[in-house]
Each structure stands twice: as C-alpha cells, then as structure tokens.
C-alpha cells in the first residue's frame, strides 16, 4: 500500500509544480507568437537561444520557476504579439482593398442634356472608405510599440485623402 502512495505523492507533486504555469501555457500556444518574440522571451529568461519550430513542451517546464519569476515580462511580449498580429491583419486587409478597389464610372445625360461621368455604387465606395478608417483606427488602438505606426500613418493619409476628395466632388 505504501508503494502505491508514493508515485502517486510523487505525480501530485509534479501537478501541483506545474499547476501555476498553466495561464502562461495556455498563452504560449498563440499562432502569434513568432521567432522574434521566442527569442525575446528567452532574452529574458536569460535562457539558451532556440529556434521557434524546435520548442517543445519541456523546454517551458523545465524552465518552469523562471517563467513563473517573469510573468509580466512573458505576458507583456505575448501581449505585443497579440497587437501585432491584429496590426499585420488590418494592413493585409487594406492591401487587398486597395488592389481589387475600383471606382466604376457611367455615362448620365443632365438637365442641360450633356453627358457626364457619375461613379455607381457611390455612396458604397463612401462606405467601404468608412469602414477602412475605423479598421485602421482600431490597428492603431492596438499599436503597443511604434513598429508599424509608419504603415499605418501613410494609409490614414491615403484614406483621408480618397474621403475627402470623394466628398467634395
């Protein structure tokens, strides 16, 4: 019966040593987290260098009280990736629009029967402009270091740009 009990004190132990590292496991599983932000995490840690694609779950446990001693800083650079991520994301996005956006012209006959050229779907290209500004407004929110801020001006500036000569034709 003894036998039984110490394995059994033995594996409780080792839960309960890992129990508190498993919010910080939880959020090391993040898509984004890449390699820049691991060897960060490793800076800090002060442990030995390793390439993203070669982590598994024993280089954490291992490490486990050094972790746990660095919380904030471990959170802080998850959170980072977080926002990045969300940054990266709305510029894919905004690029994609920018590729495949168009302005469609018809010909109308006005009151003096001259033609001229109207955009379709006007108020739709307003629209989509809105909803740009707002997602690149909700990118900058998310900034929590200025790495993308420049991107992120120029395209304010673009967008700015196109709604205002859109609503002042």
Excluded at 56 to 83: G, R, T, W
Aim: aromatic fraction near 8%.
């Amino acid at each position: 019966s003894n036998m039984v009990t110490i394995p059994a004190m033995r594996i409780k132990k080792q839960i309960e040593k890992y129990r508190g590292i498993l919010p910080i496991l939880t959020m090391l599983q993040s898509d984004s987290l890449s390699d820049k932000h691991w060897m960060s995490l490793f800076s800090i840690l002060e442990l030995p260098s390793k390439s993203y694609h070669n982590i598994v779950l024993s280089d954490v446990l291992n490490y486990a009280p050094k972790f746990l001693e660095y919380s904030s800083e471990v959170k802080a650079i998850i959170n980072q990736a977080y926002s990045e991520q969300i940054v990266r994301q709305a510029i894919t996005e905004l690029e994609q629009w920018a590729v495949l956006a168009n302005l469609k012209l018809f010909t109308h006959t006005d009151s003096r029967n001259e033609a001229i050229m109207l955009i379709k779907d006007f108020q739709e290209s307003l629209n989509k402009i809105g909803d740009n500004q707002c997602l690149l407004q909700s990118a900058k929110n998310a900034v929590i270091n200025d790495s993308f801020l420049d991107q992120l001006e120029l395209w304010e500036n673009k967008l700015n740009i196109l709604s205002f000569i859109l609503n002042n034709l």
